[in-house]
């Protein structure tokens, strides 16, 4: 699943809004597969994303629905609505009170060595997902994608993708019910994987895919044909080797709300295929240190925290480039207090504080003026140095081996 990368952007996609009296109506925004961008400092409009592609809010009805179906606690991603909009979570929670089986798929687009928080929120809220639920994951990796996009080699892409599959790991998923997979390398291990992305490039006209896509004539064959690759992980006859001959089995799919595209095409097929249709779970994007108006970036060192980042590059960048919420001068601040919408400090740790009560409790102090930046940067560069230092330690003990072993396909342990 791609990040920012090279491409066209559609004309369907680029979300150039003046929409019904929200907000301001000067603002900006694009969010596509390929670029995420908005003039508004208090980031993107996610409530205007929602009504342009259709998708439905996080509200807590279903909240409690999912506490009461699971009997457990919710992650505190899905409970702060990060993860803020969906496609039939509602339905996907019936199979779950049900008894039936269902698991889960997620991807990483793999365009640099070094991963950054931004990538990591999707594979943090997946793993506790696949706690909660005790079920199978695939993990798809588009080193096609990115060989396609980007300007890189087919054997560099191939490269990046293993050496992501690191840092996947390193997250914690339980090897005995996680797959990942790299498309170059097991479009030729699995003929059920090439014979679905058959099937939906039959059903999907240029026409579906430029009016989505933005294709243009220029684009060569290959961007127009991917979408097919991104869309059949979402269903269970594409692992033969984990689900036998069913095809009855849903996913559910968590991912950035700029994935949405590929999975509204693959929605619209399943049907017709005789597949389930894809439920998913959006989320709103960690943004640039600099601000909202991005989100962090891969190809941006100053607006990003890398996972290979050390404790003092780590301190350097929140105290250098992490834009403030707070006032010119102490006493104005002490007086006005600081705004946690735009301060990039405080949205982090929305991110990752878990304790509800001491997030409460920054925002309250910061907001009042108890709090200064420079405290509010301290917590920060606290929290993730501790949270980075932990990743490198697990990822130094995934070995070659580890990874070969999450790779190959492989039955997985699943209640069907």
Request: proline share 6%.
């Amino acid at each position: 699943m791609g990040d920012q990368v090279n491409g066209v952007i559609s004309q369907v996609e680029k979300l150039q809004v003046e929409d019904e009296g929200a907000g301001d109506p000067m603002d900006e925004q694009t969010v596509t597969p390929w670029s995420v961008q908005t003039s508004s400092a208090a980031g993107v409009d996610y409530n205007k994303l929602i009504r342009q592609f259709g998708s439905q809010p996080v509200e807590d009805a279903l909240l409690d629905k999912f506490e009461k179906v699971t009997g457990k606690p919710m992650p505190h991603l899905l409970r702060r609505k990060i993860f803020f909009s969906h496609r039939d979570l509602d339905q996907i929670l019936n199979v779950y009170a049900s008894g039936k089986p269902f698991y889960l798929y997620t991807g990483r687009g793999p365009s640099s060595d070094a991963m950054h928080l931004g990538h990591l929120i999707p594979f943090i809220f997946t793993k506790q997902l696949q706690d909660l639920f005790d079920i199978p994951l695939v993990i798809q990796l588009t080193d096609d994608e990115k060989f396609l996009w980007k300007d890189l080699s087919l054997e560099k892409a191939n490269e990046l993708a293993y050496e992501n599959a690191k840092d996947i790991i390193a997250v914690g998923f339980d090897m005995e019910k996680t797959f990942i997979f790299s498309d170059l390398d097991f479009m030729a291990q699995c003929p059920s994987f090439y014979r679905n992305i058959l099937r939906v490039q039959k059903a999907v006209t240029y026409s579906q895919a430029k009016g989505v896509f933005g294709f243009i004539p220029d684009d060569h064959i290959g961007k127009v044909g991917f979408p097919a690759i991104q869309a059949v992980p979402s269903f269970c006859s594409t692992f033969p080797f984990i689900f036998g001959e069913r095809k009855d089995i849903p996913c559910l799919i968590p991912c950035g709300i700029d994935q949405d595209p590929y999975f509204r095409i693959t929605r619209d097929v399943a049907p017709k295929l005789g597949f389930c249709k894809p439920s998913l779970l959006h989320s709103t994007f960690i943004p640039s240190l600099q601000g909202a108006q991005t989100k962090m970036s891969a190809s941006d060192p100053h607006s990003s925290i890398y996972l290979t980042d050390t404790n003092a590059q780590i301190k350097n960048k929140i105290n250098k480039y992490a834009f403030s919420g707070g006032q010119q001068t102490v006493e104005e601040h002490r007086a006005k207090g600081g705004n946690c919408d735009v301060d990039i400090s405080y949205q982090y740790l929305r991110f990752f504080v878990e304790d509800d009560a001491k997030l409460e409790q920054i925002r309250t102090d910061y907001s009042t003026g108890k709090m200064l930046t420079g405290e509010l940067k301290k917590e920060l560069i606290t929290i993730l140095q501790t949270l980075v230092t932990e990743h490198q330690r697990r990822r130094a003990a995934v070995t070659p081996e580890v990874v070969k072993q999450f790779m190959t396909p492989r039955k997985l342990n699943f209640k069907g």
